[in-house]
């Protein structure tokens, strides 16, 4: 896919700065290795800390580190007491910003120590509803706009009621949200929770957003860098998950925007997949750096993709692409960037058991969920067992002969009770409000109010938490938190918060608990060296000639795959911007030598809307004019100028790659 530079003499890199509360650095990554700096590797006891707990101080008042009962004072001057008897200690030296002494719990590696995939289990949660918002997590941000035009029933629709809202602050509220939906001690209490992982889901659009799009563009990616910040200071890792995809890839209202499919499938299809390959790549040049891949050992490369829409043909032959284009940016071999985590698309992980023989590291994302296809009206009681008996023997078997395979999300509802667990404005299953149910009818009142729940049903859940919590071995819960609504100022969807269940008793507080409850069924074989890592990375030639790129069919109808409209690789590479203060060689990018510029509309041509083009016309391809998006950007924006004479690569590389550009395509409205 490495396209050959032109045009170098040409280019005007327009910079744009993100609005993070620390100041943004701006300066390149230095050629000379003997300037770098390598973060620090040493482990918890050579901070003088251990893991008894007690705080040590840089300077007469700075407490750089500590555990159980140590004081906390975050960036915005409050404080909190960190409650952890795992014997976890955080660690946070301004002057060491990047060291990774930290640790979650005692039985979990420091971030100075690469994660053992045999032997450490990840023990996580998701952050779902914080940087991409779904109405069942956070109602509130929703309620008000459910009857506006349009209504708001998913981030595209919402973003489209906030900006019109000015009032009440436009699209500043998504801001708000981010600001205090998750904080700092959030982290803190996953980790005094007894976890050691986080699934973060991210939008695409905290890269950049095209100018018809509604997102707030770019804040998400200052909230992503606090998440980044919070995880190392508590000895967390982050399976960073890419939630959104241009165009939607199933259609779901967490994806972007709902009702869809347009990623892989119609004519705007191929055009979105090239730039989500190019998301993926930028993402991945960010946490390949050696400062931040201990932090986010794992990259969830796309969420719930709709196979039996796209096509599985398709799907993996994008697979293929995202797996070479990350490769290319961080080599190959354990330790050099992240395992990339493939969805199963509700196909289940057997069937994709023989995904791209010869891959480096991939690993498989199941979402075991019971609620979504039938409904059991059986007591909690006799379902407890659910865990063990469907889900544990296939986890194990994936991960003996696939390799790294976790559950991504998870809950504890047993049935779709909930406020918009389906969706803004739809019903439930449950009540036979809601297609695809039994024909029954039933109550959520006793399911939603939790205050009314018997010590009997939390004792319940709490032991169906354990099964599921050992069925899965390697598991991220949906979700952390709920928000409550604001219309009845309750938490309406208790069955799906981690952090509610640890307060009300329905989540045990040692998850470690959950070990053998079992019974240790069908136990997982060790993983080979290959799966983690040796000797990988060479897929073979037969493999990929039966996976073409473009595919030789899109669905639907089978559209020629070199028949549909596709963007061009002309436009200037945006590259995300690192709080300060910065040591050794952070600025951004990993890897120097991948120069290729990022997918762009080709200037003069006109394309079907890239969110409502399924089932529209085929233009089939336009040649227009095709020129680089950097020559054409406004005026008013800040322009880097530099002497192109006698351009060298290096000097190329310097041209095309700044930070946070807004590429300007010449994007002509859809007739």
């Known amino acids: 896919l ?52 007690g705080p040590t101080t840089s300077g007469p008042t700075a407490a750089v580190t500590g555990g159980d009962g140590s ?43 690469e994660f053992d995939w045999q032997n450490d289990p990840m023990r996580g949660v998701n952050l779902g509803g914080w940087l991409v918002p779904e109405p069942f997590i956070v109602p509130a941000l929703f309620e008000p706009y459910v009857n506006s035009t349009p209504r708001a029933h998913d981030e595209y629709t919402l973003s489209q009621a906030m900006a019109l809202d000015t009032a009440n602050g436009g699209l500043d509220q998504l801001e708000r949200h981010y600001d205090t939906f998750i904080t700092e001690e959030d982290f803190a209490q996953i980790a005094g929770a007894g976890l050691n992982w986080i699934r973060l889901p991210i939008p695409f659009w905290a890269v950049e957003k095209y100018p018809d799009e509604p997102f707030l563009e770019k804040v998400a990616w200052k909230y992503i860098l606090k998440a980044f910040k919070w995880a190392r200071k508590y000895g967390l890792r982050i399976n960073l998950d890419l939630h959104t995809i241009p165009g939607s890839q199933n259609s779901y209202n967490h994806s972007g925007k709902g009702g869809q499919i347009n990623f892989l499938y119609g004519p705007m299809g191929l055009a979105n997949a090239q730039r989500t390959l190019d998301y993926l790549r930028v993402f991945t040049e960010f ?29 993996t032959a994008f697979y293929l692409q995202a797996h070479d284009i990350i490769r290319n940016v961080t080599g190959t071999g354990a330790g050099k960037g992240p395992f990339i985590s493939i969805h199963d698309s509700f196909q289940g992980l057997a069937s994709w058991a023989d995904l791209l023989p010869g891959h480096d590291r991939i690993a498989l994302d199941v979402h075991p969920y019971l609620i979504f296809s039938n409904v059991d009206r059986s007591p909690l009681s006799e379902q407890i067992n659910k865990p063990c008996d469907n889900w544990a023997s296939s986890m194990n078997t994936s991960w003996s002969n696939f390799g790294v395979s976790a559950a991504g999300e998870f809950s504890l509802a047993i049935n779709d009770c909930g406020l918009w667990i389906n969706g803004v404005g739809s019903g439930t299953r449950w009540e036979g409000t809601f297609g695809g149910g039994d024909g029954g009818s039933g109550d959520c009142t006793e399911w939603n109010d939790y205050a009314s729940w018997t010590q009997d049903r939390k004792d319940d859940f709490r032991a169906f938490a354990l099964r599921n919590f050992d069925a899965l071995g390697h598991w991220f819960f949906w979700t952390w938190k709920i928000g409550a609504s604001s219309v009845t100022g309750k938490i309406e969807t208790p069955m799906w918060s981690y952090s509610l269940g640890l307060k009300e008793g329905w989540i045990p507080e040692d998850p470690t608990e959950a070990i053998g409850v079992c019974g240790g069924r069908n136990p997982a074989t060790p993983l080979t060296a290959e799966m983690i890592g040796a000797g990988t990375g060479q897929i073979s030639a037969s493999v990929r000639a039966a996976n073409p790129w473009p595919p030789t069919s ?41 120069t290729r510029p990022i997918y762009t509309p080709i200037a003069g041509c006109t394309y079907p809307d890239a969110w409502d083009a399924a089932d529209a016309s085929n233009p089939g391809p336009c040649s227009g004019t095709s020129t680089s998006t950097a020559d054409t950007t406004d005026t008013a924006e800040t322009t880097e100028e530099t002497d192109t004479t006698d351009i060298t690569d290096d000097a190329a590389r310097r041209i095309r790659r700044v930070r946070n550009v807004v590429p300007r395509p010449k994007r002509t409205a859809a007739p």
């Open 2 to 53: 490495l396209l050959i530079l032109g045009g170098v003499a040409a280019l005007a890199i327009v910079a744009v700065a993100v609005a993070v509360p620390v100041a943004i650095t701006q300066t390149r990554k230095s050629s000379s290795s003997s300037s770098s700096t390598e973060p620090s590797t040493s482990g918890p006891d050579d901070t003088g800390s251990g893991e008894t707990g």
């Open 71 to 113: 004081i906390i004072t975050t960036e915005k001057g409050t404080t909190f007491t960190y409650v952890n008897k795992f014997g976890g200690t955080w660690y946070d030296d301004p002057n060491d910003p990047y060291n990774n002494n930290a640790r979650a719990q005692s039985w979990s590696p420091p971030l100075s120590q």
């Open 287 to 315: 946490i390949s750096q050696p400062e931040y891949a201990p932090v986010v050992p794992m990259f969830g490369i796309m969420n719930e993709p709709v196979v039996t829409s796209i096509g599985k043909d398709q799907l």
């Open 554 to 594: 899109i669905n639907p109808g089978s559209l020629r795959g070199d028949n549909v409209p596709v963007y061009t690789a002309t436009g200037a590479i945006p590259t995300l911007a690192v709080p300060t203060p910065t040591t050794g060689t952070v600025d951004g990018w990993f890897n120097d030598a991948d």
